[in-house]
């Protein structure tokens, strides 16, 4: 008798076994993501264990850094019902204008959400629907070199001003002793969605708003904000190199990481790769919050991030659903956490023993991320990128010498009052 249940035991397990396997067949998952620093290589080494676990294998199709010419290469292929995409990386500003070809998640991630910080799952969802997953958010730092700073007697900038002068002493006495390739100050001033994020810190932290506020008014064309913009133009070709008008995030980072800046603007993840025993300026640099305008006005960091959404003409969706899965998981931020600095979302690993040890920036940063300020996609909504360009070219203008801050401000709030229409 005893024999016989333990039989019939075996049986079933054999025929779920089989079951399973002809109703789950492995699968190629492609994914599309741009990538900066070692983002592919973390990606791979992050899915081995989905790859194991499910059989399926993932082919990463790596696209431009540029989050703007990524943007428009996905929007092509999901206006033409591109099957060959399963997943998208996505930046945390595109889920209105994508939410349509992207699968909701609401039900497959419903146990997972509440790990999650609540303001960010709700920048992914759309109409009630959750079309993306996050994967890690992204605020900015001043990265800053305290071996230079503690050289020439100065401390750490709080506004601008003291940034402004500071990059400036110590970039003359420098090159006067013979650095001659040492730059103030690098940023990311090309004209994409990187000087968006850019100006809006210098406009806000100026007391010059968001560009277009919550309610969807146009704040952009103001005394402040020109201000802002005019001091900015300042750094080109003094502390910041004229071509930082062609910089983005990996430009930046390569002059800063070959020792050849006193100060950076850049994300987290470059905290890592600074860090790394091949940089060298390994040990030499430290973060702050980005400089404020001085006395009633606050830092402002630009609240960004990045997502995993699912095509919904994928051909294999449930595969594609475990894997975004998957990517926002727990255990893959932490993992994406120690191998690159990249800010998680999920609220518990900002706690985790591991992560504070080998990333110290990560719980310092839980503050600066949750008081960052998010660019106006969700009031200008399926309109966010033109308005977003708009402001870029403006701005890009301003830094180039083709007019001045005020006059291109003039003109912006014009064509934004023109997209606008009666309402966003
Ligand atoms: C970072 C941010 C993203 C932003 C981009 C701009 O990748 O996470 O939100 O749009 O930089 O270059």
């Given at each position: 008798m005893r024999l016989m249940f333990k039989q019939?035991?075996?049986?079933?397990?054999?025929v779920t076994t089989l079951l399973a396997a002809s109703v789950a067949q492995a699968v190629e998952i492609n994914i599309v993501l741009g990538s900066v620093g070692k983002d592919v290589e973390v990606l791979k080494e992050l899915i081995k264990p989905w790859e194991k676990e499910t059989g399926n294998t993932l082919n990463v199709v790596p696209m431009p850094s540029s989050a703007t010419d990524q943007f428009a290469q996905?929007?092509?292929?999901?206006a033409a019902g591109n099957a060959d995409v399963d997943v998208y990386q996505t930046d945390v500003i595109w889920a209105p204008q994508?939410?349509?070809q992207l699968l909701d998640l609401t039900d497959a991630a419903k146990d997972i959400v509440k790990e999650h910080f609540p303001s960010i799952i709700e920048s992914q969802t759309v109409n009630g629907k959750l079309i993306a997953l996050p994967i890690f958010t992204d605020a900015p730092a001043l990265y800053y070199r305290k071996d230079l700073l503690e050289k020439h007697g100065a401390s750490v900038p709080k506004t601008w001003a003291e940034l402004t002068e500071t990059a400036k002493k110590i970039q003359d006495a420098e090159r006067a002793a013979g650095s001659k390739d040492l730059w103030g100050y690098v940023w990311q001033g090309n004209a994409y969605e990187g000087l968006t994020c850019n100006a809006l810190e210098w406009v806000k932290s100026h007391g010059g708003g968001q560009v277009i506020e919550a309610d969807g008014t146009i704040s952009i064309n103001n005394d402040k904000a020109a201000a802002a913009l005019e001091q900015a133009k300042t750094w080109v070709n003094s502390i910041s190199p004229?071509?930082?008008?062609?910089?983005k995030e990996e430009e930046a980072r390569g002059v800063w990481q070959t020792g050849n800046a006193v100060f950076m603007r850049n994300w987290p993840y470059a905290y890592s790769l600074g860090s790394?025993?091949?940089s060298p300026i390994k040990g030499k640099?430290?973060?702050?919050?980005?400089?404020?305008?001085g006395e009633g006005t606050s830092s402002a960091a630009t609240l960004g991030g990045w997502n995993v959404a699912v095509s919904k003409y994928s051909k294999n969706p449930e595969a594609a659903i475990s894997l975004v899965k998957f990517l926002a998981s727990a255990p893959s931020q932490k993992q994406r956490a120690l191998l690159s600095s990249q800010l998680p979302t999920v609220m518990a690993l900002y706690d985790d023993e591991d992560i504070k040890a080998q990333q110290p920036l990560i719980p310092r940063w839980k503050d600066v991320f949750l008081q960052a300020?998010?660019?106006p996609s969700a009031p200008t909504k399926s309109k966010y990128n033109e308005v977003s360009s708009k402001f870029w070219s403006a701005?890009?203008?301003?830094l180039s010498g083709k007019g001045s801050a005020k006059e291109n401000l003039e003109v912006l709030e014009a064509e934004l009052t023109d997209l606008k229409g009666n309402a966003w």
């Open positions: 019939t035991l075996a049986l079933g397990t054999l996905y929007r092509l292929w999901l994508l939410s349509d004229e071509g930082v008008l062609s910089y790394a025993d091949e640099f430290d973060v702050a919050p980005l400089p404020s305008a300020v998010p660019r701005v890009h203008d301003t």
